[in-house]
């Protein structure tokens, strides 16, 4: 008999988003297909039963506790309430909504830290809605780790993998201005950052030997330090520190021959020095079946790899592919932790 999949927490994300329509489209795609895990999701059971009025369509959403969402699952969107209410008007984001948005993070957080669910499935947020809020933290990634970190008592460094069956990707400076990128690029980050891919690529998505390839951060990889040092300086020093460390990694290579398809087969993973660097070739290769991952954390988390998409939230456009991809990739990562 296969085993059941597992439960996982699923957040509303922005609630002038498209994040609500596409939880409900999730839950119809995991209705019909036994493989795709149950999930409880986090949310404003209001915000949640408007868009789906808004849908035209007839989805059931029921209130419930964490331990009752399996069972409830097959026969409605079980939804665990938010003590924040959301506004949650369509295409136009509210920093009233910061305060459900947040919430629903943090309790995901708290229900797969206390074991109640084997992972967690982040919809979009908007960062600048938060900031005006006062949120303090550069993103979403950023914020899980000190989730993390808050409640494990440990040190933690989140690091975001974006990834697809084509391309698995890894920014090494994430959400910072690209003049800030050459003084906050450090040897021990790119290393630190190394470490964790490798780790996690073995422990929870099987790969035996992890191979990484590390992308310059100038024009062709500086051109023997004609176009920048960085490559020399900071780098390839990395680069000899991964390898000492006994994992196989390769570079500085220049970032404009790395994403083809003859050069991917030679690589698990592309560690890359800037944010775009990393995430234009997967959004080209994969922008409908990407998924971001966060590694170096004491739980599993995915998420779509686009964005709140206000322009066509509650006209019926959005694209379930990518929080679809989120959900079976969560529930295949969190199957094998509890192997």
């Known amino acids: ?56 369509k007839t989805i059931p959403v029921v209130e419930c506790a964490a331990h009752e ?46 074991g109640s669910v084997a992972g967690v499935v982040t919809n979009p947020i908007a960062k600048d809605v938060l900031y005006r809020a006062g949120f303090a933290h550069p993103g979403h990634t950023e914020f899980l780790g000190e989730l993390a970190a808050q409640r494990s ?15 698995a990707v890894v920014p090494v400076t994430i959400h910072v201005a690209l003049k800030d990128v050459p003084r906050l690029l450090t040897r021990e980050l790119i290393v630190s950052t190394g470490k964790i891919v490798a780790a996690d690529l073995r422990a929870r998505f099987g790969v035996a030997r992890p191979r990484l390839v590390v992308s310059g951060l100038n024009p062709h990889a500086g051109e023997n330090g004609s176009l920048g040092r960085e490559e020399i300086e ?24 790395m994403f083809h398809g003859a050069a991917r087969a030679q690589y698990d993973a592309a560690l890359c020095m800037t944010h775009d660097q990393a995430l234009i070739p997967i959004k080209t290769l994969a922008f409908d079946t990407g ?49």
């Open 153 to 167: 008592h440990e040190t933690v460094h989140p690091v975001m993998m974006l990834w697809s069956d084509e391309l």
């Open 291 to 339: 998924v971001n991952v966060t590694l170096g954390l004491p739980f599993v988390r995915t998420s779509p790899d686009h964005g709140t998409a206000f322009d066509i939230a509650g006209k019926g456009l959005a694209n379930p592919s990518s929080l679809i991809a989120a959900l079976r990739l969560a529930g295949r990562l969190a199957a094998r932790a509890a192997a």
């Open 69 to 114: 969402a399996a069972s409830l699952f097959a026969d409605a969107l079980p939804v665990i309430p938010l003590s924040a209410r959301a506004i949650g008007t369509p295409g136009a984001p509210d920093v009233g909504d910061a305060p459900s948005t947040i919430e629903a993070i943090e309790r995901a957080v708290d229900l797969v830290m206390s």
């Open 1 to 56: 008999m296969t085993a059941a999949p597992p439960l996982l927490a699923m957040t509303q994300g922005d609630p002038a988003g498209i994040g609500p329509e596409l939880a409900l489209a999730a839950w119809e795609a995991a209705r019909a297909d036994p493989a795709l895990p149950r999930f409880a999701l986090l949310a404003d059971p209001d915000l949640m039963r408007r868009r789906e009025r808004l849908s035209g």
């Open 234 to 257: 900071t780098i390839a020093p990395a680069v000899a520190a991964l390898v000492a460390a006994g994992i196989d990694a390769r570079g500085p290579l220049s970032a404009d021959t």
